[in-house]
Structures are given as C-alpha cells and as structure tokens.
C-alpha cells in the first residue's frame, strides 16, 4: 500500500495498523521517500489483516490516509 503527498516543507509521516503504531520487522518495512510513504508486508499472514493509516503533518497540520487490507484464508 502507498500514499503520495505533495508538500513545500518537510512532513512527518506514521503509519498505524488498527490505530496502533506500525513496528517495522523483518516481514513489515516502510519506506519514505520525498513525496511517497509505502507499507510493504513480505509474506503476508491472517494476522495483517486490518485497518492501515498514513498521517502526515507539517506546520499547516496534519491529514490521513486509510485503507483497508482483508486477507482470506485459502
């Protein structure tokens, strides 16, 4: 999952799954770039199922991004 932003200063960016601060591991990376935040999941499992937010501040404030990830049993 990614969010593109666009903004003249620095921004803070976190990431949340199910409202709680995303701990990167050996499956679980987030990578920032200048206008692009991405949350990639190797081997995806039951487990990562949920709800996953970017929010984004700067001086003018903040915003979010949410979407939802469903993983189904095969």
Same mark, same amino acid.
């Given at each position: 999952?990614?969010?593109?932003?666009?903004?003249?200063?620095?921004?803070?960016?976190?990431?949340?799954?199910?409202?709680?601060?995303?701990?990167?591991?050996?499956?679980?990376?987030?990578?920032?770039?200048?206008?692009? +935040?991405?949350?990639?999941?190797?081997?995806?499992?039951?487990?990562?199922?949920?709800?996953?937010?970017?929010?984004?501040?700067?001086?003018?404030?903040?915003?979010?991004? +949410?979407?939802?990830? +469903?993983?189904?049993?095969?």
């Amino acid at each position: 999952m990614f969010c593109e932003y666009e903004s003249e200063e620095d921004v803070q960016v976190v990431c949340y799954k199910n409202r709680r601060v995303i701990q990167e591991s050996h499956r679980i990376v987030i990578i920032r770039e200048r206008r692009i +935040t991405r949350i990639i999941i190797k081997r995806i499992e039951l487990e990562d199922d949920g709800e996953y937010t970017v929010e984004l501040r700067n001086s003018a404030g903040k915003t979010e991004s +949410t979407g939802r990830v +469903t993983v189904q049993d095969q």
